[in-house]
Nanobody, 127 residues
Framework: QVQLVEAGGGLVQAGGFLRLSCVLSGRTFSSHTMGWFRQAPGKERGFVAAIKWSGDSTYSAESVKGRFTISRDNAANTVYLQMNSLKPEDTAVYYC????????????????????WGQGTQVTVSS
């Protein structure tokens, strides 16, 4: 079991940048795959990016490729989402999630109840 705490959201203008963080705690999480999801007002939850805790395998949604980068710092037990060239369409609550022993491509297909979730952090991008 893993506990997740997100931070780093805020209000920025289009073209700006933010870095979100997700701090993990728990007895073990070395076999977990981590991901970022987002949910805009009136919209369904959408996948953003995923990374394995071990190794360098990552996967990102087409809408954020070239702009968002997921990374991790194992020593700090933290996963990051660097968001550059932000657009108003990126406005959403961003959630960190984790699941044990799944590939990055699989994480986005899992039902919400099968994931461990953080509390979310608001990202607002103005025009």
């Amino acid at each position: 079991q893993v506990q997740l705490v997100e931070a780093g959201g805020g209000l920025v203008q289009a073209g700006g940048f933010l870095r979100l963080s997700c701090v993990l705690s728990g007895r073990t999480f070395s076999s977990h795959t981590m991901g970022w999801f987002r949910q805009a007002p009136g919209k369904e939850r959408g996948f953003v990016a995923a990374i394995k805790w071990s190794g360098d395998s990552t996967y990102s949604a087409e809408s954020v490729k070239g702009r968002f980068t997921i990374s991790r710092d194992n020593a700090a037990n933290t996963v990051y989402l660097q968001m550059n060239s932000l657009k108003p369409e990126d406005t959403a609550v961003y959630y960190c999630a984790a699941a044990p022993r799944v590939d990055t491509l699989v994480l986005m297909t899992l039902k919400a109840g099968l994931l461990n979730w953080g509390q979310g952090t608001q990202v607002t991008v103005s025009s």
